[in-house]
């Protein structure tokens, strides 16, 4: 179950109001800002983080992304990122005068941190060439751990991202 949390409420005052009323082994993820960190999770229930939206104040910068990124890697919190995800390598949308965060780019943001490295440079990169370099050079132990914490993130098409995947020779 995902929730956006309102201004004035916490994260622990909305997960105490709804996990009683979860289904048996349904999780529940709590949409804050990402700015909004919160070291005292209650047990089970995770983050989620909007990447992105219909106006340009609704992405959030490298600097945001990668806080959040290295926050719930250290407090071993799992968490989702959704909206803004449409390709697998950041880039510039000039519809909105915005650069949009690549799925990529946030998966190894979430390698880097586990490997206790900032994940900000990874975000923020658009060098193709360096993300499949990277992508490619994650060790085992590294991806199992990110999957662990990086449940999902959104996209608005089923195809893009594999199409994405596939161009820059990672869909193996």
Do not use: W
């Not at 004035?8 to 349904?26: D, T």
């Not at 999780?27 to 209650?42: D, G, Q, R, S, Y």
């Not at 990277?134 to 999957?147: D, G, I, S, Y």
């Amino acid at each position: 179950m995902e929730v956006r949390l309102p201004p004035e409420q916490s994260v622990n005052a909305m997960a105490e109001r709804l996990q009683g009323h979860l289904p048996p082994n349904a999780a529940l993820f709590i949409e804050v800002p990402p700015t909004k960190l919160v070291p005292n999770m209650p047990q089970g229930v995770g983050l989620k983080v909007r990447c992105g939206g219909a106006t340009p104040d609704a992405f959030p910068s490298v600097g945001q992304l990668a806080a959040f990124i290295g926050f719930c890697v250290a407090h071993d919190i799992r968490f989702k990122a959704t909206a803004g995800l449409h390709h697998a390598v950041r880039h510039f949308d000039p519809s909105l005068a915005v650069d949009r965060h690549g799925f990529l780019n946030l998966v190894l943001a979430v390698c880097e941190a586990v490997e206790a490295r900032d994940p900000a440079h990874v975000l923020g990169t658009t060098d193709v060439g360096e993300l499949v370099r990277l992508a490619r050079a994650v060790p085992e132990q590294t991806a199992k751990r990110a999957r662990q914490l990086l449940v999902s993130y959104g996209s608005c098409s089923t195809s893009a991202p594999i199409d994405d995947l596939r161009t820059l020779g990672l869909d193996t």
